[in-house]
């Protein structure tokens, strides 16, 4: 995939993509990571492209500027956890230790973040087993093996031999909202579609699960702008 600077303040890396089903140009603002994607139907020279791009300047770079910044998680700071912000703090522990208010590390840490991202991960592991567990239980169908994503396109998966895929994000969003992916993903157990039959699982593991649904399009992003290394 070729690469294009618009030029600027800030210039934008706007990525150029050939499709043959693409119809029209379209320019695309990805929500997880403000990564600019412009899509070229067949045939159509890359330079019209391009004056495509820059005649939509403005848009864009409003478009960019009114997204959320990406927060570095370190000392002093705080990050997401089950949809809480906990303060990122030392303190005389051995461990990474887990309060109501903060996450405390020992103090003089190395490499905080890299620290503060494995924890959290562990800490989704568990979530997610112990809700698709329950879930799977109360479907009748057991779920083969678990594994622990950073996707970009998707919160979780389900194959069709029962291996669940989760992104660990999901451990900074709301319990409700990762308990309702977890039903999501092991739904697919009994219906590998999205017809009505598999929102009858659904509704039967996790009801009223709309909210959770809601929150995922209106702030799953900012899980994806929280960075665990500068």
């Not at 906990?86 to 840490?109: F, H, M, N, Y």
């Not at 800490?123 to 009748?140: E, F, H, K, M, N």
């Not at 900074?172 to 579609?193: D, F, Q, S, W």
Request: with cysteine; charged share 25%; hydrophobic share 45%.
């Amino acid at each position: 995939m070729a690469e294009h600077l618009l030029p600027g303040d800030p210039p934008i890396a706007v990525a150029l993509r050939r499709s043959a089903r693409a119809r029209r140009l379209s320019l695309r603002v990805s929500r997880l990571d403000g990564r600019v994607t412009l899509t070229l139907p067949k045939g159509v020279p890359e330079r019209e492209g391009l004056a495509f791009v820059r005649a939509r300047e403005d848009w864009l770079r409003g478009h960019l500027a009114g997204m959320a910044a990406a927060v570095t998680v370190g000392i002093g700071g705080q990050v997401p956890y089950l949809g809480r912000d906990l303060a990122v703090t030392e303190g005389a522990v051995r461990r990474i230790t887990l309060t109501d208010s903060a996450l405390i590390l020992p103090q003089g840490a190395a490499r905080p973040g890299t620290r503060i991202q494995a924890f959290l991960r562990a800490q989704a592991r568990d979530a997610l087993a112990a809700a698709s567990d329950d879930y799977a239980t109360a479907l009748g169908r057991p779920y083969r093996r678990l594994t622990l994503r950073d996707t970009r396109s998707r919160w979780g998966s389900c194959t069709a031999t029962g291996d669940l895929m989760y992104s660990w994000r999901l451990i900074m969003a709301p319990l409700p909202v990762l308990r309702y992916v977890a039903a999501h993903e092991v739904a697919h157990l009994a219906e590998m579609n999205h017809s009505p039959a598999f929102w009858d699982v659904v509704e039967r593991l996790y009801p009223d699960h709309a909210a959770s649904r809601r929150w995922l399009r209106s702030h799953g992003d900012r899980l994806h702008r929280v960075q665990f290394a500068p």
